[in-house]
């Protein structure tokens, strides 16, 4: 069972360029987030989708956009990239509900020069 | 504005020892909060929860003891173990409606044997 995947887990990319991290669960989860971690930042919610088809904005929206056309993926698309999104971007997902515990995949480092 | 705070960025205990991690939030409609856990190059992992209707929850080594007068809760480690050596997260939301997370920055707990 492998829960939550990240692809890809590290990408450097220069500023400007465009690029789409992908997100899959296998269990079944209706709920799914991206987050990104920042040194002393903690988690911070950039979007994140209730079901198949909705996403919402999270604390830190800006620049990034995605979408949840199948209810096991969730992808975040940097249109073009900025060195401010330099990060490690966390998915996760969870059973309905945002009390319950969320699931979360080991990350992709991400590096804009 | 930081909804939820984590004020100590690091604390050292000795193996055998308790560990005991803070946390405060300020906005009085959380009603209930989770501790993650975090190893490096992971993801982070559900540890334990507790509802604003108790004031203690108990799971093993861990127990959460919530203080909603105070809007502080705290974690309890005992006894602390090498492989708690970690990031702990605090985060809250509402029970209610899809309220997302909210994280505080972290606490880095190092177990010294």
């Known amino acids: 069972n492998a829960g939550v995947t990240q692809t890809p887990k590290f990408r450097v990319l220069k500023t400007g360029q465009s690029m789409t991290l992908l997100c899959a669960q296998d269990?079944?989860?209706?709920?799914m987030y991206w987050y990104r971690q920042d040194p002393g930042m903690g988690l911070r919610l950039i979007h994140y989708?209730?079901?198949?088809?909705?996403?919402a904005k999270g604390e830190v929206p800006d620049g990034y956009n995605v979408s949840r056309l199948k209810k096991q993926n969730f992808l975040l698309g940097l249109e073009s990239a900025a060195p401010s999104q330099t990060s490690v971007y966390f998915c996760?997902?969870?059973?309905?509900?945002?009390?319950?515990?969320?699931?979360f995949g080991d990350g992709t480092r991400l590096s804009i020069l | 504005d930081q909804q939820v705070k984590q004020n100590s960025p690091s604390l050292s205990v000795q193996e055998g020892r308790i560990s005991i991690l803070n946390c405060d939030y300020t906005?009085?409609?959380?009603?209930?909060f989770l501790w993650y856990k975090k190893y490096p190059a992971e993801g982070p992992t559900f540890l334990i929860s507790i509802s604003s209707i108790k004031d203690k929850n108990e799971d093993g080594r861990f127990t959460v003891f919530l203080n909603k007068s105070a809007k502080h809760l705290s974690l309890h480690i005992v006894p602390s173990q090498p492989g708690d050596s970690a990031v702990y997260f605090c985060a809250a939301t509402r029970y209610s409606g899809n309220t997302p997370l909210v994280f505080g920055k972290g606490t880095r707990l190092s177990v010294i044997a």
């Open positions: 269990m079944n989860h209706e709920y």
């Open positions: 996760a997902s969870s059973l309905p509900g945002g009390f319950q515990p969320q699931h």
């Open positions: 906005n009085s409609m959380f009603d209930y």
């Open positions: 989708s209730v079901g198949e088809g909705t996403t």
